[in-house]
């Protein structure tokens, strides 16, 4: 058998740092009462790094698409959490000529890779989930939403789909390709922040409502009285 000419390894040296705190907190009322109830809720923080990388972007991710193969979206960055995102920042369509305006980071006066920033990471910050049960005599209502907070998510099938480019051709798209209608459709679907989203989310897990039979104390047959097919 022909071994494989690509394999991963580790990189000697390179580590990856996790810290963080996790807390729980949880209360009951009196399950005596006709109305009770009970709630709690966990959330935990992350803070990840990349450590004595020997590169200066090891890349985990890149946008494939006609003028973007190989271009970098996140990867390894020394200092930075796993997945940080690794690109241009956009600061709106140019007025004069329509095409994309790119922040000059370095203040050299052009926009080259060296104007490339992390610009966020795929990572959570925080990590929730709560629950809230409710108990009224013979009902039980419960919920159990959870969350993620501080993260990002890059849109590249807006990137590559729903681009003005599309209009010229009479395809289909999003609003997403008229958002700068001065905006030319040759303008270059560049990776940057322009595809770049928040991607914190709460969400509703599970909700249950149920009704609970008390049958103590009742015979079987008194339970199902005028139910008995002949």
Request: net charge neutral; no cysteine; aromatic share 12%.
């Amino acid at each position: 058998m022909q071994p494989t000419s690509i394999y991963w390894t580790n990189i000697p040296d390179m580590i990856i740092q996790n810290n963080g705190v996790e807390l729980t907190l949880n209360y009951n009322s009196d399950p005596k009462r006709d109305f009770s109830y009970s709630m709690g809720g966990n959330v935990t923080y992350i803070q990840n790094r990349v450590k004595d990388s020997p590169y200066s972007v090891l890349v985990t991710g890149a946008a494939q698409g006609s003028g973007q193969t190989g271009a970098t979206i996140n990867g390894y960055i020394n200092n930075e959490p796993i997945g940080a995102f690794y690109m241009y920042q956009f600061d709106g369509i140019n007025a004069d000529n329509g095409q994309n305006i790119f922040r000059d980071t370095n203040g050299d006066g052009a926009i080259l890779d060296n104007d490339r920033v992390v610009v966020g990471s795929a990572i959570p910050k925080f990590i929730y989930g709560y629950y809230l049960n409710l108990k009224y005599k013979a009902f039980d209502l419960g919920l159990n939403p959870n969350g993620v907070a501080g993260n990002k998510v890059y849109n590249h099938t807006t990137m590559t789909l729903f681009n003005k480019a599309l209009l010229a051709r009479s395809n289909n798209t999003t609003d997403f390709a008229v958002q700068y209608p001065n905006e030319i459709l040759s303008n270059a679907n560049t990776v940057s922040t322009r595809y770049l989203e928040n991607g914190s989310f709460l969400r509703l897990n599970n909700a249950t409502l149920a009704y609970n039979l008390n049958l103590t104390g009742t015979r079987l047959g008194d339970a199902f009285h005028g139910s008995v097919l002949r």
